[in-house]
């Protein structure tokens, strides 16, 4: 069965403070994908990633990156020179290809603090 | 482009009361999703439709969930009767779809914030 941890329940730091927000996942396929969202208060969850099993390269994206490590089965996402409108919770999130239970698994979320 | 529209976005219902929600998904977007979401916790799946087949719905709890997505667009989640233990947020998502597309990116909605009294 496919499992995502984030073991990070809230985090707190003060604004241009560099913050990690870490995602192990669990699954028995090679072929899974992974994928990053945010929710602001208003409720609605915004794609910031996805990134298939077999792409290792880590991606940068302004303030935002990536690091997938298919060895500790990790895929930790870091923001930048934090700003306030970075406040949100974060989920990670795992898909298994065809053949596997489509069904995609979240994590629980990370909340983000972000204090001016 | 227009987002996944959902609504109402609050709905405040005794328990044992009928409620209905609405998801319009995005244009061209062949596959829906019901997601939801307990305080604290991630989205959890309770169907997905490829156009206006249900083809996950194990997670669906039948006996009082009930949806639908008659023309392959706009989709209904139902639940009759309400219980104290429904309150929660009710998401709707959506992707393009088609053969063999798992692990597509979903596109979320703002949700409907249901509140059983």
């Known amino acids: 069965a496919q499992k995502v941890t984030q073991a990070q329940t809230e985090i707190s730091v003060v604004e241009k403070e560099d913050v990690t927000l870490d995602c192990v996942y669990e699954?028995?396929?090679?072929?899974?994908?992974l994928f990053w969202y945010k929710q602001p208060p208003s409720g609605e969850l915004v794609f910031l990633i996805r990134?298939?099993?077999?792409?290792?390269q880590n991606e940068i994206s302004g303030r935002y990156s990536w690091n997938f490590q298919k060895s500790t089965s990790s895929f930790n996402f870091t923001i930048t020179a934090s700003q306030v409108v970075d406040s949100a919770v974060y989920f990670c999130?795992?898909?298994?290809?065809?053949?596997?239970?489509?069904?995609?698994?979240f994590g629980r979320g990370t909340s983000l603090i972000v204090h001016p | 482009e227009a987002g996944v529209v959902q609504s109402p976005r609050y709905k405040i219902i005794e328990k044992k009361q009928p409620v209905a929600f609405w998801c319009n998904p995005i244009?061209?977007?062949?596959?829906l999703y019901w997601y939801l979401q307990n305080l604290g916790q991630g989205p959890e799946l309770l169907i997905r439709y490829e156009n206006e087949e249900a083809v996950d719905d194990s997670q669906l709890p039948k006996d009082r969930f009930s949806a639908e997505r008659l023309k392959g667009v706009d989709s209904t989640l139902k639940i009759q009767p309400a219980e104290l233990g429904d309150s929660a947020v009710y998401l709707c998502?959506?992707?393009?779809?088609?053969?063999?597309?798992?692990?597509?990116?979903?596109?979320f909605g703002p949700g409907t914030r249901l509140l059983v009294l």
């Open positions: 244009s061209g977007h062949n596959t």
């Open positions: 990134r298939n099993s077999f792409d290792e």
């Open positions: 999130a795992l898909s298994e290809a065809p053949g596997g239970s489509y069904i995609p698994t």
């Open positions: 699954t028995r396929d090679t072929t899974y994908y």
């Open positions: 998502a959506s992707s393009l779809g088609g053969t063999g597309t798992t692990g597509e990116t979903q596109y």
